[in-house]
């Protein structure tokens, strides 16, 4: 979570800016960086991961301070990352 605040998740846009990936396009939906907006927001390849926090959280869903600071949140948030299994690689599972 911390890293998603700071903008330096193992993300495709994060990697490759340091060359640790070749492409800063998201791997899951190729056809935007992938940054944490991308992710978080807007990747249409997680769209039906992010159906719970809609549900949870209504229009505070689609804000990214709000996910990544709100208490209630995080739990959530934590749910949506292992759902979508795009950090298990680094992380483990979620």
């Known amino acids: 979570i911390a890293q998603l605040r700071m903008?330096?998740?193992?993300?495709n846009k994060h990697l490759h800016?340091?060359?640790?990936a070749d492409s800063?396009?998201?791997?899951?939906?190729?056809?935007e960086e992938e940054t944490v907006m991308h992710y978080l927001l807007m990747c249409?390849?997680?769209e039906r991961h992010r159906a719970l926090l809609r549900t949870k959280f209504g229009i505070d869903a689609k804000s990214i301070q709000f996910l990544l600071t709100d208490r209630k949140a995080l739990k959530y948030l934590l749910?949506?990352?292992?759902?979508?299994?795009r950090f298990k690689a680094e992380?483990?599972?979620l």
């Not at 903008?7 to 993300?11: N, Q, R, S, V």
């Not at 800016?17 to 640790?20: G, S, T």
């Not at 749910?79 to 299994?85: E, L, Q, S, W």
Request: aromatic share 10%; charged share 20%; proline share 10%.
């Open 44 to 46: 249409p390849a997680y």
């Open 7 to 11: 903008g330096h998740a193992p993300l």
């Open 91 to 93: 992380f483990g599972e």
């Open 17 to 20: 800016r340091l060359k640790c």
């Open 24 to 31: 800063p396009i998201c791997g899951a939906c190729e056809m």
């Open 79 to 85: 749910r949506y990352m292992g759902a979508t299994r």
